[in-house]
């Protein structure tokens, strides 16, 4: 059956892991989101929420590593997000393991599209919860339930943050100077 996007919800997305299923697709996002909550239980993390309006650059930088909240099932999933020198195009990456990252699919023109490269089809919930967040970031109309949060390194070169303005925005000074030249 098809859906309207404006009909999905959050929890149509990251599902309720409450409820059993028998269906693989159901019990390889179940074991990925418990790698997920082992990945961020082990990890010397400093996170920082993204505010919905600066989201956007944050994740389509160059070098950014967000984790996408949803607060009324404390589901999560984890995404790596990489740009290539000299090109519109990003590479969308999952979390799948402990400290493994699975490509999803590309941005191009805005766009984000699953890749013959990709080894996870697009009715996964990774690639529909990361669509959905990405196409609600454009439209500014993110669900409140939704929350972003980054790694607690610059979203463009990668390094650590520390400057607590630079732990709140996910940008280094220089970068954040950058940034905002381009």
Do not use: W
């Amino acid at each position: 059956m098809f859906v309207k996007e404006e009909e999905i919800t959050p929890k149509d997305l990251f599902g309720d892991m409450n409820k059993k299923s028998d269906k693989k697709s159901d019990f390889f996002c179940f074991i990925q989101n418990i790698t997920v909550s082992l990945y961020h239980q082990n990890r010397d993390m400093k996170p920082g929420q993204l505010q919905n309006d600066s989201a956007l650059d944050f994740i389509l930088a160059g070098n950014s590593t967000v984790t996408f909240l949803n607060t009324q099932s404390q589901n999560r999933f984890t995404f790596k997000v990489t740009k290539p020198k000299d090109k519109d195009l990003h590479y969308v990456s999952v979390l799948t393991g402990a400290d493994t990252f699975t490509f999803l699919g590309s941005i191009y023109n805005n766009n984000f599209k699953s890749s013959k490269k990709s080894t996870i089809v697009e009715s996964a919930q990774s690639f529909q919860v990361f669509n959905f967040v990405f196409n609600k970031l454009k439209a500014k109309n993110l669900p409140n339930v939704i929350e972003i949060y980054h790694e607690g390194n610059c979203g463009r070169c990668g390094r650590q943050l520390t400057v607590p303005e630079s732990i709140v925005s996910g940008f280094g000074p220089e970068c954040l100077k950058k940034i905002k030249t381009l």
